[in-house]
């Protein structure tokens, strides 16, 4: 299964909407290009620093027994089905509560029965004010959220809940997915559009299909530079539009592999699927640091990192899952990332990323204005 690891800076997502559908043109020196794009409206936000991290990505949800959940605002509420148990008492019931970590067992015949296991709720709670009683049939937990305007979807994170629980997030900021694979650009990126209600994009089929060619036979009769250029040139018609996925080339032939084509990446959230011939979770994590300390890649100034230990098809939804809970750690850590990133899409994507300067300053220039 691939493995991930995550290292952060923003993501947003809001529900589909209908599009109104718009041309939308690009050029390059060499080729001029339109094309058909759904048209959404843009946000307006402040400003806020950004410091990417990296941190350890495990999904998953655990088997539990039927209950009821519910989110309070500032606690959720757990109702677990005790089975019809007229002589459960307190000394039956074992509840352990820490982090994003939840056990309960309930004795039966002299043994205890696990009834859920899971170090993966979907975040962080006050474990000291944790509060459990008996309600008839019913054994009822109360977990105190640390961020009480943080809505739960779900106890736990999964797939399901990442998807409703970053709409609240992402606010409609576009995801760019980068790396060195097209194919598995594109795979994860159109898990994640689905999940979201995001209009999926892949920049390969958009360039083959506008220069009637396959981007290899491209790059055979006018070099990678020509297609990283052109591809430059779509992310640059994309990047003041929301709510979309979209799947870059990967390899040396794209924009998001070299370093001064990363202007218009900015503009969204970006992740850098990498693979990696690591054998555990912490090794993967100190090569993805060095990458990022290297800055030699251009894939390095991407927001989130997801190493993979292998890959195949199925995995995609795994990977989209990574990413997105790497995602939902980077913004709960700066909840101001979304407008940032709506700030310097207003102030024309000038490549002042994340430092970004007043109106007024000349990036051809690098200076203030008077």
Known sequence: ?????????????????KPIRTTLGFSTRAHSFHFSKPKVSAFRWNSVRVRPV????????SNTTHYE?????SEVELRLQL???????AKDILVDADGTSLTV????AGSFVTFIDTNSLFEKIKP???IWYIDDDQLVISLQKQDPDLKWPDITESWESLSAGSMQLLKGTSIYIVGDSTEINEKVARELAVALGYTPLVTKELLETFTKQTVDSWVLSEGSDSVA????????????HVRAVVATLGGCHGAAGRTDKWRHLYSGFSIWLSQTEALDEDSAKEEARRHIEDGSVGYSNADVVVKLQGWDTDHAKSVAQASLSALK?????????????????RLGCRGDWPNIKPPGWDPSTATLPN
Do not use: H
Not at 54 to 61: D, V
Not at 83 to 89: E, F, I, K, T, Y
Not at 105 to 108: A, E, L, T
């Open 1 to 17: 299964m691939a493995g991930a690891i995550a290292s952060a800076s923003a993501l947003l997502c809001l529900p589909w909407q």
């Open 54 to 61: 990296i941190t350890p990505c495990n999904c998953f949800s």
């Open 69 to 73: 959940f519910s989110d309070g605002s």
């Open 83 to 89: 089975g019809g148990q007229d002589d459960v008492s």
């Open 105 to 108: 067992k309930v004795r039966r």
């Open 128 to 130: 000291a004010e944790t």
């Open 229 to 240: 250029e052109a591809e430059s040139a779509i992310l640059e018609s994309l990047s003041s």
């Open 329 to 345: 750690r980077l913004i709960l850590s700066d909840k101001k990332l979304p407008g940032k990133k709506s700030l310097y899409i």
